[in-house]
């Protein structure tokens, strides 16, 4: 790990203005995906703002019945909350499939849908990566791409963002408040935050230079059967192959976002406009324009076979 100056910011603007005012500088809450690629050398700041202590760290109801969660609620609080629990069940199911129990307690909501991905070709430094070195190619292509993207992609990377929350979030239809370096501030519905990474793979987010987000907030609830189905090589502690968070309503009509597959939570109202006609349907038209590999092609079916058995689900409850 390469030496790194540091200091904890005493507000939101404060914070802002550290990181866009100085070329070097991160932003550090819960550490759990930073400090891992610190210590890899992947990402090398040379100053990290501490934002843990500026109280975002609550579940506020908002005046139309959402809620409003803080940017720094650790994902177990987060899972755990009755609310959330109750009315916004995908969000918990998708939080507690995602890493251990451990790294849930001090991650942070807004660290969750900022970890950068998990390619393997990313973490391995002595190969070229777009996303680590713009320009310098993509290893991923016509390398070993089992877990990697089938749509969204380009021809400059084909990796996928890693998260569980955010496809939840996704479905929920979430909006992700931030401030900016000036004070001002900004919502940014979740269908916009990640970007595809087009050729400009190294970034990820619609953030600008040292916009901090404060807080999540999700719209009043809309019922239904809450469902988070994510399939993985191993029963714990694994990246998803293929992911769904659903909201299923009783007149048969659905909400998909799909992991595991995109470089963002991949969803699509035309495709949630055919649930009547079955997953089939609904598979077809979400991954319409797929260009999977000869690793990955089996995301194809295996999409199709998740949202079957989540449909499934939803008709018994």
């Known amino acids: 790990m390469k030496a790194f100056t540091y200091e904890r910011a005493k507000t939101p603007a404060e914070a802002a ?9 991160k932003f550090l809450a819960g550490g759990t995906n930073l400090l891992d690629l610190m210590k ?6 040379s100053h990290l703002v501490d934002v843990q202590d500026l109280k975002l760290d609550r579940i506020e109801e908002t005046s139309d019945g959402g809620l409003r969660i803080g940017a720094f609620v650790s994902n177990t609080d987060l899972a755990a909350h009755d609310r959330v629990r109750r009315d ?6 998708a939080i507690v499939a995602g890493a251990s129990g451990q790294l849930r307690n001090k991650a942070s909501t807004a660290g969750n849908l900022l ?15 777009n996303k ?3 320009g310098s190619g993509c290893a991923a292509i016509g390398g070993y791409s089992r877990q990697l993207g089938i749509i969204g992609t380009s021809d400059a990377c084909i990796a996928t963002f890693p998260g569980d929350m955010a496809v939840a979030m996704r479905v929920l239809d979430a909006t992700v408040e931030t401030v900016k370096p000036d004070g001002q501030t ?5 269908a916009d935050f ?9 970034v990820e987010t619609a953030l600008e230079r040292g916009e901090l987000i404060t807080a999540v907030t999700l719209p009043k609830p809309i019922g239904g059967t809450h469902i988070y189905r994510k399939v993985r090589d191993r029963a714990s502690y694994a990246y998803a192959l293929v992911s769904v968070a659903a909201v299923i309503q009783p007149d048969g009509s659905a909400r998909f976002a799909v992991g595991g597959i995109a ?13 009547p006609k079955g997953a089939k349907a609904v598979a077809t038209r979400l991954l319409a324009g797929a260009r999977p590999t000869s690793d990955n092609a089996f995301k194809v079916p295996l999409v199709e076979r998740t949202i079957a058995a989540v449909m499934a689900e939803g008709a018994k409850a």
């Open 17 to 25: 203005a550290a990181v866009a005012n100085n070329p070097g500088a």
């Open 88 to 93: 916004y069940g995908a969000l918990t199911r």
């Open 132 to 134: 680590r070195k713009p």
């Open 194 to 202: 990640h970007r595809l990474w087009g050729n400009t793979p190294h």
């Open 263 to 275: 470089p963002k939570p991949w969803r699509m109202a035309e495709a949630e406009a055919l649930a």
């Open 40 to 45: 890899l050398e992947i990402e090398t700041p």
């Open 115 to 129: 970890q950068r991905t998990r390619c393997p070709y990313f973490y391995d430094t002595n190969q070229p990566c």
């Open 186 to 190: 900004r919502r940014i519905p979740i």
